[in-house]
């Protein structure tokens, strides 16, 4: 059973928002590196953004700087990704992923180093 729970996924105009919420229930997001990835069709899935353990610095791939934001809620032990200004290239399985880092690393993007993965939620842009 998955430790996490994504939703907020769905069928978008081009141009429109959405945002994904990753939801623990086992593991306290706040301490560890946090990261959402894209796997678009026929293509290998990438890391686009991620937030760091207790700092909650974050970083994106350069196709979602300034229309993604990735935040997290401590109260909630919930991590969001606010998408928008959504391209059809932006259409794929949304996953989030944790990896254990130091409390004061960078977070992690790389789908090789991340230790535990949720089930997905898709993201279709399309007019």
């Known amino acids: 059973q998955s430790q996490f729970v994504e939703s907020g996924g769905g069928l978008v105009q081009p141009g429109g928002s959405l945002r994904l919420s990753c939801a623990a229930s086992?593991?306290?997001?706040?301490?560890?590196?946090v990261a959402w990835f894209r796997q678009a069709p026929g293509k290998e899935r990438e890391g686009i953004a991620c937030?760091?353990?207790?700092?909650?610095?974050?970083r994106y791939v350069d196709s979602v700087k300034g229309r993604f934001t990735i935040s997290r809620d401590n109260s909630e032990n919930t991590v969001y990704l606010e998408m928008n200004s959504l391209k059809p290239e932006d259409t794929g399985g949304y996953y989030c992923?944790?990896?254990?880092?130091?409390?004061?690393?960078?977070?992690?993007?790389?789908?090789?180093?991340?230790?535990?993965w949720g089930q997905g939620t898709q993201v279709t842009v399309s007019a």
């Open positions: 992923a944790i990896s254990s880092t130091d409390f004061t690393a960078m977070c992690i993007m790389t789908p090789g180093q991340a230790d535990s």
């Open positions: 086992t593991v306290t997001l706040e301490y560890v590196s």
């Open positions: 937030v760091s353990p207790l700092s909650g610095r974050a």
